[in-house]
C-alpha cells in the first residue's frame, strides 16, 4: 500500500480497505441476535419479523457503506443544511403532521411517511459537531457561544416536546449535551447547567406549567397502555421473564414468558426479556460486551480522528446508541420509566435501524477519513 | 493562523481526554446494567423462576345452579343433579386423538361423539375446554382420576346437569333444556352472558317453561381467580375473593304433579275392545275458581333427559316419524272439532236468540234443509226432546232445527265468552287458537274464493254441532267446562310464583250473558252422568262429588255407501287416522264446582266410549285429594340453596 498523503483524495478501493471491518463485524452480531429472537418471538417462524429484520439489516448495512465512502467534507458541508432541514420539517409537524396515537409525529413526503425527529437525532449530531468544529479551545465554555448550541438542542427537544414525544425530546437533549460537555465545557459550568435542568424540570412539575392536558399527554406516552396497571403489570411479567430464565437461560424457543404471550411487544420494546429469558445471564451479558464493544470502537474511532468535525460528530452517534441501549435494557429491568425505546439493531422498526446505520455510517466515514484536518471554516487544507 | 487553521492540540486533548471520562461512564451505567442482570436473574433467580411458573392469573366463570321447577306443593319436576364428567383443553392434550383412546378404555367415546369433540375443539380454539364424557358412574370417575397422570389436559370436574324426575310425564309442561348454539351465543346482550353460555355443558332452555323463563331460571354467574402455572394446570384456588354464582329463581307450578302422572298413566290405558298400541290422547285438569290446572297432560310423550344429554339421533328420527305426535303438546297445540261437547255453547246461544229451554222439537233421526238431509247420530230419532235432553241424549235434530234461524255471529260470540277461539298466558310457546268461525272470519279466510265468502246458513247447522269450521284445544274445552260450571270468565294458569313472587290469580269477571240461560246446561250436563244420559259409564257414585259432563264425538271421516258395500259395519273397520275423535268435558262437584276436566282420544270412536271412561278416572282421583283444599307451598319458604339434589 503506498503512502498516503494527508488530504489526499482516495479511490473507493482504498476506502473499502479502510473501513473499521471489527465494527461491522459487532454491528451483524447484534443484528443476528436480533434475528435470532425475533425468530423465537414468532414460536418458531421467519415471519413475520425475523426474516424482515435480517434483509432489512444487509440493506442498511449497504448505506452504512455508501455513507462511509462519501468524503467526509461533504458530510462536513451538508451539517448545517440537514439539521435545519431536519427543524423545518419538525417545526411543519405541528401544521401537516398526521396523528396517530394522540401524537403528531409524521409527515407525508412524497407519498411516503417521514418522521422528522428521527432525522433530528442525525441531524443535531451533525449540527453540534459542525459548531463546535469552528470553536477554538478558550471559546468552548464562554456564555456567549454557549447560547447557539443551547437553541440548536433546545428548539428540536422543544418541538419534539409538545408533539408529545417526551423519551426523543429527552434523548436528543441528553445526547446534546454530552457532545457539548465532550466538547470541553467546562465542569463548573456543566454542573450548574445540570442543577438549572433539574430546577427547571422541578418547577414545571410543581407549579402546573404544564397544562392538565399535557400532563395527561405525557402520562399517557409514559403509559401507552393507558392503564393504571398495565404498566406494573407488564413491568412484573418482564422482569419475571428476565429473572426466571437464570444463568444460561430456558433456552432458545423455550421462554415460557415469551412464548405464552405474558410479554407485551416482545418484538419491539420487550424484546431485551426475551433474550435474557431464553439465553440468561451468561447471554444477556454477553450481548451487552458486544454493545459496549461498538461504543469502545465508536469512541476510539473518535479520537484518532484528525478532524475536530468528524471527532465529535461519532461521539455524537455514539451517544445516541448508547443511551437508547441503557434506556432500554434499564426500562425493561425497572431501572428507567417505560418510554417506548427499542433496543437499537435488536428490536424489530426499519426507522431506527435506518437512523442506527446511518449514523454509523457516519462514524465510518469518520474512521476512513480519520488522516484528514480542514480548517475551521470548513475549507480543506 | 490558529483562527483559521483547525488543528488545535488542546481542543483535541480536552475532547480526548472528555470522550475516554465518556467511555468510563458508560462503562460504569453497563456495570450497573449487569448488575441489575446479576439481582434478577442470579441474586432473585429462583423467586421469578417460581412466578413465571406460578403467578399466572385466570379467570374462571363459575356456573350458577338453574332454577328448578317445582309444582304447586314443592315437589320437583325439574331440577338439577351431579354431573361427573370429563372435560379436555386440547392444548395441552396435544394428542387429542391418543387421548380419546385411552378414555374409550374407561368410558365408551362412541364416533359420533368423537367427531363432534372434534368439531367443537375447531370451533372454540385449544384454550377452552371442551367435554368429551359425561353423566359417569361413581365407579368410572374414580378409574379415570387414578389414571390421571397418564392423561394430559384432561379435566375431572362435577358439574350439574338438569334432572326431570317424572321424565315423560311432566315432558309438556316444564319443556326441557339443551345445548348452547350459535344463535343462543349471537342473542345475548352482554360479554358475561356470552362467556357463560360458553361454559363446557352449559345448557339453556328449548321447549315449554324452561324456555320461556330462560332468563329467570338462569341464575347469575360468579367469578374466581385461579392461579395457573406455566403448563395451564389450575395450582390455587383464589377462593377469598371469589363471587359466588347465585342459583336460578324457583318456578312454582299450579300442576299437581301426582295427578299429572296418574293423568297420564289413565290416558295411556287402551280403550276396551280396540285394539291400539298406543293411546293419543290429551287431558286438562283445572281449578276453577282459581284457573289454577292442576294436570296439563299428553300421551304419548317424549322424556325430557333424553333431550338433556343430547339426544339420539334415531330416537330424535323416531319421535318425529310417529304417527301419534309425541312432540306435539296436545292440550295446547292440538286442534279438534268439539263435536256435541259444542251443545253447551249452541244451547246458550239458543237462549240469547229466544229459544227458552221448554221448547220441544220432534227428532226422527234426519232433518231436510237446503238439498240435503242432516242426520242425528240415532238413527232412528229421538222422539220429543227439550233443551235439557238435548244436551243428555245429545239430541242433533233439535239443534239443527235451532240453526236454520239462528244467527252464526251470535252462535261465534257465544262461544268466544265460553274461551273458544283464543290462547292463554300459560309461558308455554305454540298454543293454538283454533277456529270459531263467523261471517267476517269466513270472508276473510275465503279472500281467494269470492264465492265463497258469503256464511251459508246451512254451515250453521254443522257448527252448531261442533263440526264443520268449528276446531278447539283441548285447554279451551276445559277453560268452556270451567266457565260453565262457574258462569265466570275464569282463565287458567300455570305459574304460580316465580322465585317468592307469587303471581295473582287472574281475574274471573261474570260471563256476560244472562247467568239464568246456564241452569238448563248445568243440568243437561248433570243429566249426561247421573240420569242415564250418554256418558252414564262415566257416574262418580261419591254423593259429595257428582261429575256433570258432556260427551263429544267429532267426525273425521264420512263413512260412504260405498264402504258399508264393501263390509265396512263398525267403526273400528277403519284404519286409525280415519276414526272419529273422542271428547269429553265435565266439571265437579254439581252443587258446588271446583274442578273441570276436558279429556280427548284421538281417533278414540266415541266420547261415551273412550274419552268419559278416562275424565272419571282422573276426575275420581282429583276428588280423592282434592289438592284445591290443601295449603299450597308458599314460595317465601323456598330454602335459596335447595342446591343439587342427590342422587
Known sequence: MAIILPGRRRGVRDKLSRLHWPLIILLTMIAGAGVVTLYSVAEGNWEPWAIKHGLRYLAALGILAGVAMVPIRYWMALAYPTYFAALFALALVPFIGEVNMGARRWIEFGGLQFQPSEAMKIGLVLGLARYYHSLRAEQVSHILYLIPPALMVGAPVGLIFIQPDLGTALLLAATGAIMIFVAGLSWRIGFLGILGGVAAGYAAYRFDILKEYQLRRITTFLDPERDPLGQGYHLLQSKTGIGSGGLTGKGFMEGTQAQLKFLPEMQTDFIFTVFGEEFGFVGAIGLLLVYLAVIFVGLSIAMQSKLHFARMMAVGVVATFTLYVLINTGMVMGLAPVVGVPLPLVSYGGTVMLTIMAGFGLVMSAHVHRDQDMYRSGDSL | ?647
Open chain 2, 1 to 647: 493562523m490558529a483562527g483559521v487553521n483547525a488543528h488545535d492540540p488542546e481542543r483535541q486533548e480536552t475532547v480526548s481526554r472528555r470522550t475516554v471520562l465518556l467511555g468510563g461512564g458508560v462503562s460504569l451505567l453497563f456495570g450497573g446494567v449487569a448488575a441489575r442482570l446479576y439481582q434478577l436473574q442470579i441474586a432473585d433467580h429462583q423467586k421469578y423462576l417460581d412466578l413465571a411458573q406460578e403467578n399466572q392469573f385466570n379467570r374462571r366463570v363459575l356456573t350458577p345452579l338453574r332454577g328448578e321447577i317445582v309444582d304447586r306443593f314443592g315437589g320437583p319436576l325439574a331440577s338439577n343433579r351431579k354431573n361427573f364428567r370429563v372435560l379436555l383443553v386440547p392444548e395441552q392434550a396435544r394428542d387429542v386423538d391418543a387421548i380419546l383412546d385411552k378414555i374409550n378404555k374407561i368410558t365408551p367415546v362412541s364416533e359420533d361423539k368423537r367427531a363432534r369433540v372434534m368439531r367443537e375443539i375447531r370451533r372454540r380454539g385449544a384454550f377452552t375446554p371442551v367435554q368429551i364424557a359425561d353423566n359417569l358412574s361413581w365407579e368410572d370417575f374414580s378409574k379415570l382420576n387414578f389414571e390421571l397422570p397418564h392423561l394430559s389436559g384432561v379435566l375431572p370436574d362435577v358439574g350439574e346437569t338438569r334432572d326431570y324426575p317424572y321424565g315423560a310425564d311432566a315432558a309438556f309442561v316444564v319443556g326441557y333444556v339443551g345445548a348452547v348454539t350459535e344463535r343462543d351465543l349471537s342473542a345475548q346482550e352482554s360479554d358475561e352472558d356470552r362467556v357463560l353460555l360458553r361454559q363446557p355443558g352449559f345448557k339453556v332452555g328449548r321447549e315449554g317453561l324452561e324456555r320461556t323463563y330462560e332468563d329467570e331460571l338462569r341464575g347469575e354467574a360468579g367469578v374466581m381467580n385461579v392461579k395457573i402455572n406455566a403448563h395451564g394446570r389450575v395450582i390455587e384456588e383464589m377462593v377469598d375473593s371469589a363471587v359466588p354464582p347465585s342459583q336460578g329463581r324457583t318456578l312454582t307450578l299450579t300442576i299437581d304433579s301426582e295427578l299429572q302422572a296418574h293423568a297420564m298413566k289413565v290416558l295411556a290405558e287402551p280403550t276396551p275392545g280396540v285394539d291400539q298400541d298406543t293411546q293419543s290422547a290429551a287431558a286438562v285438569v283445572m281449578d276453577v275458581i282459581t284457573g289454577d290446572i292442576l294436570v296439563l297432560a299428553s300421551t304419548p310423550a317424549f322424556n325430557p333427559n333424553d333431550f338433556n344429554v343430547g339426544i339420539d339421533p334415531d330416537l330424535w328420527r323416531d319421535l318425529n316419524a310417529s304417527p301419534y305426535k309425541p312432540l306435539l303438546n296436545k292440550p295446547l297445540s292440538g286442534v279438534y272439532p268439539p263435536g256435541s261437547t259444542f251443545k253447551v255453547i249452541s244451547a246458550v246461544a239458543a237462549q240469547r236468540a229466544g229459544v227458552k229451554p221448554n221448547h220441544s222439537v220432534h227428532c226422527s233421526g234426519r232433518v231436510w234443509y237446503g238439498n240435503r238431509y242432516f242426520h242425528c247420530w240415532k238413527r232412528g230419532g229421538h222422539g220429543h226432546v227439550d233443551m235439557k235432553n238435548s244436551l243428555k241424549h245429545s239430541c242433533d235434530v233439535f239443534y239443527y232445527d235451532i240453526a236454520k234461524t239462528l244467527e252464526i255471529d251470535l252462535l261465534a260470540d257465544t262461544a268466544r265468552k265460553f274461551g273458544l277461539g283464543q290462547t292463554y298466558e300459560l309461558g308455554i310457546p305454540g298454543q293454538q287458537r283454533g277456529v270459531v268461525p263467523d261471517r267476517d272470519w269466513k270472508r276473510e279466510y275465503f279472500a281467494g274464493n269470492p264465492a265463497q265468502q258469503p256464511w251459508f246458513q246451512g254451515e250453521t247447522l254443522s257448527c252448531i254441532i261442533g263440526q264443520g269450521y268449528v276446531t278447539s284445544t283441548p285447554l279451551q274445552l276445559a277453560v268452556m267446562s270451567a266457565r260453565v260450571a262457574t258462569g265466570k270468565a275464569v282463565r287458567p294458569r300455570l305459574v304460580r310464583a316465580v322465585g317468592d313472587l307469587v303471581l295473582p290469580a287472574p281475574e274471573a269477571p261474570l260471563i256476560d250473558v244472562d247467568q239464568d240461560y246456564l241452569a238448563v246446561v248445568r243440568a243437561g250436563m248433570n243429566a249426561v252422568t247421573n240420569e242415564y244420559g250418554t256418558a252414564a259409564r262415566s257416574r262418580l257414585e261419591d254423593p259429595d262429588w257428582q261429575m256433570a259432563g258432556k260427551t263429544g264425538t267429532s267426525q273425521v271421516y264420512a263413512i260412504t255407501a260405498e264402504d258399508r258395500a264393501h263390509g265396512l259395519a263398525k267403526p273400528e273397520d277403519l284404519p286409525w287416522a280415519r276414526r272419529d275423535h273422542a271428547l269429553f268435558v265435565s266439571y265437579m262437584p254439581f252443587e258446588n264446582p271446583r274442578y273441570a276436566c276436558a279429556v280427548v282420544v284421538e281417533h278414540g270412536i266415541g266420547g261415551a266410549r273412550a274419552a268419559g271412561p278416562k275424565a272419571r278416572d282422573i276426575m275420581k282421583v282429583v276428588a280423592e285429594k282434592d289438592p284445591a283444599s290443601r295449603t299450597p307451598l308458599d314460595p317465601r319458604t323456598l330454602a335459596r340453596a335447595s342446591g343439587v339434589r342427590e342422587g
